[in-house]
């Protein structure tokens, strides 16, 4: 159940809906505007409020207006508050647990027996629109936005507005990861008056994973994405999502879909064609208001779900993206400094961005309103079709129950296999499981063995049923991906994808499914009601083990890789510290350390880190010899050294290692793999492949493939598998990886350096290959 911050007795939110209902004018002076509440305006004067004062002023507002509730739905990474507002009329909010049950009718068609329900139902229901903000935390203006929006819909006089209170129930959340408000102001403020002002801050602003807090939405590690899944998602199903954030500074001022193509072909195209009418109309609406700078169907693709989840449940993502400033200062763009992207040139017009922006100055202040605007032009628009948007709802939700032509009947989970170093089996099936659950899937264990298409399915397997509501979501991430390949022209180099290609969470899980084209017998199954228990993440000779203490680099330019590979020491209790550039140049490795991890880091950042002129010098700078000089000493000591992915050739390079990197000097239209799932075969009697099986799958992006100079002394652990290579996603040309080493140990001096081509880690979703990573820590024997 949620906390709840805010609650007045029903018969006292009923006699003020009366008389506030009467005199809108008078609610509206007796709810305090932000600025008022926080005793300053945030985006007039360029200054960030702290995440206590942001609650504080929603407490008001909810305090004060009979149309404002304010929950708590949990505790984020770090113990914060994370909150949601929920803003409607006082009527709607009166019968808000029955408008709930309403929704959830509606979510289902499977409890809808006639049209005539369905349209009673409708008539009854209302639409939820769902605003989030703050998940990148140095997109600064999204909780301010946020602030605005909820003061404005709540006390605005307005038949517009009145008329998105009625026919809406807004759900707000303000700061999706509340963690990172305080620290951004902290940065931002030390940076007044210096040359870095409202530069990246030199950490990661979610404790662990950073930006890609925003592509964990189909896997579910963080707690934030969690409670959001779980108290949001599936408690009120939205119909809209309204996704507040930022982009660079030097392009359009704004992005609102339609989507660019590949969309993933288990969206539904019902809410591929609304998202494109409805963000056609909210262009159409901010240049109404003398808005430029608007753009459609340009930069962002709707192809993985790890940003989209609410398209996989009958809804609706509306990415708003803003440009940014230098995080609340001004900035100052000239016409010719505008850069072009996908699909749009900001500085000439076109169909999807018919007004350019003239160039300027731009601030905090444009940024929340357009943000404001575009957040306001949504409801709007989406309050005056409510009973369409629900009835497609409902239709989206029917197909899926009906089941696709290009699905199969349902899919099978075997039993876990045990194994390996750790429980891999049994920990990746329950995890799979897990994610299915929290996504609203319903999954069925086999009490019995069956026949299906001529084998056996055993006993304890978990069936995924394709005829659901969210069965959508089960196919998208149970399937694999066949990214359609892009290019910038016939012949030339591929276009690159917005994000990566592939999210298979079978092959990254290490895992077999299989989808069965006839349906399994209903007497053999039970409904879970619960995921399966998973085993204690644990790793032998390593969690806990004080013999052992693993230094991992920490760059002051922040790599979400870095914060994934934290985030898998600590859930796996891996004995670890951080490394700075300054405790690198101490130099004594060997007296704290057992082995050092980079993680997948662009060579050009290993080396040069950040410009002294976009940092103050203590967080300036990268690896140089003496750090290099230091790394070496500490492998030669008898030290192991393990880089992960694109760190791989600053090691080869800075130890001089007699190893290459076949792929170096390919270009893109040579070689391309934009985060896909290839094929590996495994020498299991090596040390570090020990416990896995003969072949998998892993994760490359960004890789390597190694072979030896003449002379050297390398073992290879792992190769990319001949044939077929590509699992999942996309690849330009397979055929120069194909059987060569992915991963390698290489003997130096007293000590060894691991070289990964692939990301064994890979967001925290790379099961499968946890245990090469795991075996390469453990201390030698």
Same mark, same amino acid.
Request: aromatic share 8%; charged share 20%; no cysteine.
């Given at each position: 159940m949620?906390?709840?911050?805010?609650?007045?007795?029903?018969?006292?939110?009923?006699?003020?809906?009366?008389?506030?209902?009467?005199? +809108?004018?008078?609610?509206?002076?007796?709810? *305090?505007?932000?600025?008022?509440?926080?005793? /300053?305006?945030?985006?007039?004067?360029?200054?960030?409020?702290?995440?206590?004062? $942001?609650?504080?002023?929603?407490?008001?507002?909810?305090?004060?207006?009979?149309?404002v509730?304010?929950?708590?739905?949990?505790?984020?990474?770090?113990?914060?508050?994370?909150?949601?507002?929920?803003?409607?009329?006082?009527?709607?909010?009166?019968?808000?647990?029955?408008?709930?049950?309403?929704?959830?009718?509606?979510?289902?068609?499977?409890? @809808?027996?006639?049209?005539?329900?369905?349209?009673?139902?409708?008539?009854?229901?209302?639409?939820?629109?769902?605003?989030?903000?703050?998940?990148?935390?140095?997109?600064?203006?999204?909780?301010?936005?946020? $602030?605005?929006?909820?003061?404005?819909?709540?006390?605005?006089?307005?038949?517009?507005?009145? =008329?998105?209170?009625?026919?809406? %129930?807004?759900?707000?959340?303000p700061?999706?990861?509340?963690?990172?408000?305080?620290?951004?102001?902290?940065?931002?403020?030390?940076?007044?008056?210096? +040359?870095?002002?409202?530069?990246?801050?030199?950490?990661?602003?979610?404790?662990?994973?950073?930006?890609?807090?925003?592509?964990?939405?189909?896997?579910?590690?963080?707690?934030?994405?969690?409670?959001?899944?779980?108290?949001?998602?599936?408690?009120?199903?939205?119909? %809209?999502?309204?996704?507040?954030?930022?982009?660079?500074?030097?392009?359009?001022?704004?992005?609102?879909?339609?989507?660019?193509?590949?969309?993933?072909?288990?969206?539904?195209?019902?809410?591929?064609?609304?998202?494109?009418?409805?963000?056609?109309?909210v262009?159409?609406?901010?240049?109404?208001?003398?808005?430029?700078?608007?753009?459609?169907?340009?930069?962002?693709?709707?192809?993985?779900?790890?940003?989209?989840?609410?398209?996989?449940?009958a809804?609706?993502?509306?990415?708003?993206?803003?440009?940014?400033?230098?995080?609340?200062?001004?900035?100052?763009?000239?016409?010719?400094?505008?850069v +072009?992207?996908?699909?749009?040139?900001?500085?000439?017009?076109?169909?999807? /961005?018919?007004?350019?922006?003239?160039?300027?100055?731009?601030?905090?202040?444009?940024?929340?309103?357009?943000?404001?605007?575009?957040?306001?032009?949504?409801?709007?628009?989406?309050?005056?079709?409510? !009973?369409t948007?629900?009835?497609?709802?409902?239709?989206?939700?029917?197909?899926?129950?009906?089941?696709?032509?290009?699905?199969?009947?349902?899919?099978?989970?075997?039993?876990?296999?045990?194994?390996?170093?750790?429980?891999?089996?049994?920990?990746?099936?329950?995890?799979?499981?897990?994610?299915?659950?929290?996504?609203?899937?319903?999954?069925? =264990?086999?009490?019995?063995?069956?026949?299906?298409?001529?084998?056996?399915i055993?006993?304890?397997?978990? %069936?995924?049923?394709?005829?659901?509501?969210?069965a959508?979501?089960?196919?998208?991430?149970?399937?694999?991906?066949?990214y359609?390949?892009?290019?910038?022209?016939?012949?030339?180099?591929?276009?690159?994808?917005?994000?990566v290609?592939?999210?298979?969470?079978?092959?990254?899980?290490?895992?077999?499914? @299989?989808?069965?084209?006839?349906?399994?017998?209903?007497?053999v $199954?039970?409904?879970?009601?619960?995921?399966?228990?998973?085993?204690?993440?644990?790793?032998?000779?390593?969690s806990?083990?004080?013999?052992?203490?693993?230094?991992?680099? *920490?760059?002051?330019?922040?790599?979400?890789?870095?914060?994934?590979? *934290?985030?898998?020491?600590?859930?796996?209790?891996?004995?670890?510290?951080?490394?700075?550039?300054?405790?690198?140049?101490?130099?004594?490795?060997?007296?704290?350390?057992?082995?050092?991890?980079?993680?997948?880091?662009?060579?050009?950042?290993?080396?040069?880190?950040?410009?002294?002129?976009?940092?103050?010098?203590?967080?300036a700078?990268?690896?140089?010899?003496?750090?290099?000089?230091?790394?070496?000493?500490?492998?030669?000591?008898?030290?192991?050294?393990?880089?992960?992915?694109?760190? !791989?050739?600053?090691? @080869?390079?800075?130890?001089?290692?007699?190893?290459?990197?076949?792929?170096d000097?390919?270009?893109?239209?040579?070689?391309?793999?934009?985060?896909?799932?290839?094929?590996?075969?495994?020498?299991?009697?090596?040390?570090?492949?020990?416990?896995? +099986?003969?072949?998998?799958?892993?994760?490359?992006?960004?890789?390597? !493939?190694?072979?030896?100079?003449?002379?050297?002394? $390398? =073992?290879?652990?792992?190769?990319?598998?001949?044939?077929?290579?590509?699992?999942?996603?996309?690849?330009?040309?397979?055929?120069? %990886?194909?059987?060569?080493?992915?991963?390698?140990?290489?003997?130096?001096?007293?000590? =060894?350096?691991?070289?990964?081509g692939?990301?064994?880690?890979?967001?925290?979703?790379?099961?499968?290959?946890?245990?090469?990573?795991?075996?390469?820590?453990? *201390?030698?024997?």
């Amino acid at each position: 159940m949620f906390e709840r911050t805010v609650h007045r007795p029903l018969l006292l939110l009923g006699l003020l809906a009366g008389v506030l209902a009467a005199s +809108p004018v008078l609610h509206a002076q007796q709810v *305090r505007r932000p600025a008022e509440v926080l005793g /300053y305006d945030p985006a007039a004067t360029a200054r960030l409020p702290a995440w206590r004062e $942001m609650l504080f002023f929603f407490e008001a507002l909810a305090e004060a207006s009979p149309r404002v509730r304010l929950d708590t739905l949990g505790r984020s990474t770090l113990d914060a508050p994370l909150v949601m507002v929920t803003v409607s009329s006082e009527q709607n909010l009166a019968r808000l647990d029955e408008l709930r049950q309403v929704q959830a009718r509606l979510a289902d068609p499977r409890r @809808i027996d006639s049209d005539a329900v369905r349209d009673s139902l409708i008539e009854l229901g209302r639409l939820i629109v769902l605003v989030t903000a703050g998940t990148h935390s140095t997109e600064v203006g999204g909780p301010l936005a946020a $602030m605005r929006l909820a003061y404005q819909v709540a006390t605005l006089p307005t038949p517009r507005a009145a =008329r998105i209170r009625d026919e809406v %129930i807004l759900l707000i959340v303000p700061a999706v990861n509340p963690d990172g408000i305080d620290p951004v102001k902290q940065w931002y403020e030390s940076t007044l008056g210096t +040359p870095w002002l409202g530069s990246e801050p030199p950490f990661l602003y979610h404790h662990y994973v950073g930006h890609d807090l925003n592509r964990d939405w189909y896997a579910f590690t963080q707690k934030e994405t969690q409670l959001l899944v779980g108290r949001v998602f599936q408690r009120w199903h939205p119909q %809209i999502h309204h996704d507040l954030h930022q982009q660079e500074p030097t392009g359009a001022r704004y992005f609102i879909p339609p989507w660019l193509d590949p969309v993933e072909p288990n969206v539904d195209p019902l809410l591929i064609t609304a998202a494109t009418s409805l963000g056609t109309r909210v262009q159409w609406s901010m240049l109404e208001e003398g808005r430029t700078g608007v753009a459609v169907a340009a930069l962002y693709d709707a192809w993985s779900p790890a940003r989209s989840y609410v398209h996989y449940h009958a809804g609706v993502r509306m990415l708003a993206e803003t440009a940014s400033a230098r995080l609340a200062a001004p900035i100052e763009v000239a016409p010719e400094d505008l850069v +072009p992207g996908a699909n749009v040139d900001p500085r000439v017009s076109s169909w999807n /961005y018919p007004v350019p922006w003239p160039g300027g100055r731009w601030d905090l202040a444009d940024i929340v309103g357009y943000m404001q605007s575009g957040a306001m032009a949504t409801l709007g628009i989406a309050a005056s079709e409510r !009973a369409t948007w629900l009835r497609n709802f409902v239709r989206v939700g029917r197909r899926a129950s009906e089941g696709w032509d290009a699905w199969p009947e349902a899919w099978v989970i075997p039993p876990p296999v045990h194994d390996g170093p750790v429980p891999l089996g049994e920990t990746a099936v329950a995890e799979l499981v897990r994610i299915l659950r929290t996504a609203g899937v319903e999954v069925r =264990r086999a009490t019995d063995a069956f026949t299906a298409e001529g084998r056996t399915i055993p006993a304890g397997s978990f %069936i995924v049923d394709m005829h659901q509501p969210y069965a959508a979501f089960a196919q998208a991430v149970l399937a694999r991906q066949a990214y359609p390949p892009q290019r910038q022209h016939e012949g030339g180099p591929p276009t690159p994808p917005y994000d990566v290609t592939a999210h298979n969470l079978p092959l990254l899980f290490g895992l077999s499914t @299989i989808p069965i084209h006839e349906a399994p017998p209903v007497g053999v $199954m039970e409904l879970l009601t619960a995921p399966p228990p998973s085993p204690p993440r644990r790793v032998a000779d390593l969690s806990g083990d004080p013999a052992v203490m693993v230094g991992l680099y *920490r760059p002051w330019l922040p790599s979400p890789d870095e914060g994934w590979t *934290r985030w898998l020491f600590d859930t796996y209790a891996v004995p670890y510290a951080s490394l700075t550039n300054d405790d690198i140049a101490r130099g004594g490795l060997l007296r704290e350390f057992t082995a050092l991890v980079i993680p997948s880091i662009e060579p050009a950042i290993l080396r040069f880190g950040r410009s002294a002129g976009d940092a103050p010098p203590e967080f300036a700078g990268g690896l140089s010899l003496d750090h290099v000089a230091h790394l070496r000493e500490f492998v030669e000591g008898g030290g192991t050294l393990v880089a992960l992915g694109a760190a !791989a050739d600053f090691v @080869i390079e800075a130890l001089d290692l007699p190893v290459e990197d076949f792929l170096d000097g390919l270009s893109p239209a040579d070689f391309y793999a934009p985060g896909s799932q290839v094929g590996l075969t495994v020498d299991t009697t090596t040390t570090v492949g020990a416990g896995m +099986p003969s072949t998998t799958a892993a994760w490359m992006e960004n890789g390597g !493939a190694f072979r030896v100079r003449r002379g050297g002394d $390398m =073992r290879v652990v792992a190769r990319y598998a001949e044939s077929p290579l590509m699992r999942s996603g996309w690849v330009v040309g397979e055929s120069w %990886i194909a059987g060569r080493p992915a991963v390698v140990e290489v003997a130096r001096g007293g000590g =060894r350096v691991v070289l990964f081509g692939i990301r064994p880690q890979y967001r925290g979703q790379a099961l499968g290959t946890y245990p090469l990573l795991f075996n390469s820590l453990k *201390r030698r024997r």
